[in-house]
């Protein structure tokens, strides 16, 4: 599918996950073209049942571990859409437990690793060259409030979040006198099927021990990180720069009991 070039697009990595497919319909509904990635064919097959506007979604195999994945699909992307890539959010992950006395589990870091970071690096820099020749872009990085508190039994994921805030603000200097802006999005616990499938493994309910922790009272959702996604995406201002943006309904806070005196 061809489009005028003053058409926006943006891309999206992990765009068949739970954040993923929200974003992908955020982005979809506010007029963007959007080239949605992942490297489950299967279930990225299945997004156009799950989004509106699908005449404006293009659908691409690419596995951002490596950058000639990455490569090629940017060129697939802009022989369909144009090369009017403005917007780059780097949402793919994984997340595995890392217990750190156990080397069984090195080759899950390894592999957290490459996709989490590595992959968020090597998008970057392939992507990052369109809105460089446009002067204008916005690049939003999925990192983890985990990436600056740590988290017990994942210490990879965790690493590979923190390198992702390091790495935003970083990015956001190199690219900033070019009119691109780089920010990070910090998530704490979020309902999603990774947290699902981890609370099965451990028989633990996340949502219900949040309750006593969380001043909202409740787990994040998909479509609270794709909200702040499209404030980061379409936000007016060009002086939001280099920031981590925590998104965990006030985790890291605390709640305290009060009283009310009479």
Request: glycine share 8%; net charge negative; aromatic share 10%.
């Amino acid at each position: 599918m061809q489009m005028p070039e003053q058409q926006q697009i943006a891309v999206v990595t992990g765009a068949a996950g739970d954040f993923g497919r929200e974003i992908v319909q955020r982005l979809l509904a506010e007029g963007f073209y959007v080239a949605a990635t992942d490297i489950v064919e299967e279930k990225l097959k299945e997004l156009p049942k799950y989004v509106d506007f699908s005449e404006k979604l293009g659908l691409f195999y690419m596995d951002v571990s490596s950058p000639e994945s990455i490569q090629k699909t940017a060129e697939q992307i802009a022989t369909v859409f144009g090369d009017s890539i403005v917007i780059l959010v780097n949402n793919a992950g994984v997340f595995e437990r890392t217990p750190i006395l156990l080397k069984e589990h090195f080759d899950t870091v390894k592999k957290i690793m490459d996709i989490n970071l590595l992959g968020c690096y090597y998008s970057t820099s392939i992507f990052s060259k369109f809105m460089i020749a446009k002067r204008y872009g916005r690049i939003i990085n999925i990192a983890s409030l985990a990436g600056t508190w740590g988290a017990a039994f994942g210490s990879a994921y965790a690493a590979s979040k923190a390198g992702m805030i390091a790495a935003s603000k970083s990015w956001a200097r190199e690219l900033g006198s070019f009119g691109v802006r780089v920010n990070a999005i910090a998530p704490g616990v979020c309902k999603t099927q990774m947290l699902e499938h981890s609370e099965k493994q451990n028989s633990f309910s996340a949502e219900q021990f949040l309750l006593n922790l969380v001043p909202v009272g409740r787990c994040g959702t998909a479509e609270d990180v794709a909200e702040l996604v499209m404030f980061l995406a379409t936000c007016k201002t060009d002086y939001l720069n280099g920031e981590v943006i925590t998104l965990d309904g006030g985790l890291n806070i605390g709640t305290i009991e009060t009283t009310q005196l009479s």
